[in-house]
């Protein structure tokens, strides 16, 4: 596979389930993040992990927890969430040293919350 | 921190015809400045950037934008639209290490026959 690949691509859930989104970059890249698409609404940048550190938390909620076990995979647990949490989850990579370059992003997972 | 405004929500156009979509930003220093598109059901892609150099950048699909740093500007345009650039168009801007790329709303490109 190339690119960045998001699973699943389409989720629903309850407001007291726990699931995860899992995002896979094939680019050798080093840097991954979590955006959040809402309607509407500019993207919202969630989560950035650089060498596998985050090094970004934009004051999102506790309910969402980044994992970035190593360059190549980034998760999103998902836990109590709210209605308003529904949204297209979309993750990218980049490489950021020496210089930094466009991001490149999965196709997205949609997340809807009940 | 940098942002993003783009002016337009919605822009229908003719097939055929030119379009400009407007961006302008705002940051305390140098940025970098990327147009991305996104398809149905898909997530963004490049367009074209401007990371330094001639301030007139050619990207995919026939599509080109313009630096002007007096005007705080990168207007994306195509002199000749067809049916399948319909989509949803992003204008973003960074700082050197992408840990804070901010996007704008978004504008949506409607091309008519």
């Known amino acids: 596979e190339t690119g960045v690949t998001q699973t699943p691509r389409h989720l629903v859930m309850g407001m007291t389930n726990k699931k995860s989104l899992k995002c896979e970059q094939h680019?050798?890249?080093?840097?991954m993040y979590w955006y959040k698409q809402s309607a509407k609404k500019p993207l919202e940048l969630m989560f950035v992990?650089?060498?596998?550190?985050?090094?970004e938390n934009n004051s999102v909620p506790s309910r969402f927890s980044p994992e970035c076990p190593n360059s190549s995979h980034l998760f999103l647990h998902l836990h109590t969430l709210q209605p308003e949490d529904s949204a297209l989850y979309l993750c990218?990579?980049?490489?950021?040293?020496?210089?930094?370059?466009?991001?490149?992003f999965g196709e997205g997972s949609r997340l809807t919350v009940l | 921190a940098q942002s993003v405004t783009q002016l337009d929500s919605q822009v229908p156009v003719f097939e055929e015809a030119p379009v400009e979509l407007r961006c302008n930003y705002s940051?305390?220093?140098?940025?970098?400045l990327f147009w991305y598109v996104q398809y149905p059901n898909q997530g963004l892609q490049l367009l074209l950037k401007?990371?330094?150099?001639?301030?007139l950048v050619k990207g995919i699909n026939g599509f080109e934008a313009e630096f002007n740093k007096s005007q705080t500007s990168f207007h994306l345009r195509k002199p000749s639209v067809h049916i399948s650039d319909t989509a949803e168009y992003f204008c973003?801007?960074?700082?050197?290490?992408?840990?804070?790329?901010?996007f704008g709303a978004g504008t949506r490109l409607t091309v008519k026959p």
């Open positions: 990218a990579s980049s490489q950021v040293h020496p210089e930094a370059g466009e991001l490149f």
């Open positions: 680019l050798g890249h080093n840097a």
């Open positions: 992990y650089s060498l596998e550190e985050r090094v």
């Open positions: 940051s305390s220093v140098s940025v970098y």
């Open positions: 401007y990371l330094s150099g001639s301030t």
């Open positions: 973003a801007v960074s700082d050197w290490n992408n840990n804070d790329m901010r």
